[in-house]
């Protein structure tokens, strides 16, 4: 009865070659998960912190289509991705140039929006949590409209118009706070604010 035993070893080598090959994706994730972290650190160290600032200046109006936005544009698509955010203006890179990247949805390619002009419906609006990649961990609550028309051009300096709602128009809303040197901290109620700044305030380190 050899060959009965034979097969009975044989599926004990495939069991341990399934849990083999469960182990080996569970550290593949884990890898995975620390090069995603790694990789948002580099990426936010390399983003305005509050209080810099640059975050609280009011960027100008573009007049010059050129190399120089294209390379800026192409490295804010890369900040934002690699920080695992959904926008970021140029002013979070402390440049003074009206322009933004944001992802309107999984599903669709990052735009960038230069010189940016919203139309709000005020008719709607909704109070929701937002944070930043400016103010580290923290999110308050933020008031704004639901549904928004921005209008401005994109890098090569073609007129772009679009409609949105949702999370894209917050996330558009957002970003051109902060061209204007707005932040979240200024458009949440009194109490998240202090919690907010709170929370921001350099923590005493003990020699």
Not at 58 to 87: C, K, N, P, S, Y
Not at 171 to 178: C, K, M, P, S, Y
Request: aromatic share 4%.
């Amino acid at each position: 009865m050899a060959h009965e035993h034979d097969h009975e070893h044989d599926h004990e080598h495939d069991h341990d070659h399934d849990h083999d090959h469960e182990v080996d994706e569970e550290a593949v994730a884990r890898h995975l998960e620390g090069e995603r972290a790694y990789m948002r650190r580099q990426a936010l160290a390399q983003i305005r912190q509050y209080p810099d600032v640059a975050l609280r200046m009011r960027a100008r109006e573009i007049t010059e289509f050129d190399e120089f936005l294209v390379q800026l544009v192409e490295r804010m698509f890369e900040l934002m991705h690699d920080a695992q955010g959904v926008g970021l203006a140029a002013t979070q890179l402390g440049v003074l140039q009206r322009v933004f990247v944001f992802a309107p949805d999984e599903e669709s390619a990052p735009r960038a929006i230069v010189n940016p002009r919203l139309t709000l419906d005020e008719r709607d609006k909704l109070v929701e949590e937002e944070g930043c990649l400016s103010l580290r961990e923290v999110r308050v609550p933020v008031e704004r409209a639901t549904r928004v028309v921005v209008e401005g051009q994109d890098p090569n300096g073609d007129d772009v118009r679009l409609e949105l709602d949702g999370l894209a128009a917050r996330v558009v809303q957002h970003e051109t706070d902060h061209l204007d040197g707005v932040l979240i901290i200024d458009r949440t109620d009194a109490e998240s604010r202090k919690q907010a700044i709170g929370e921001l305030r350099p923590q005493p380190s003990l020699v």
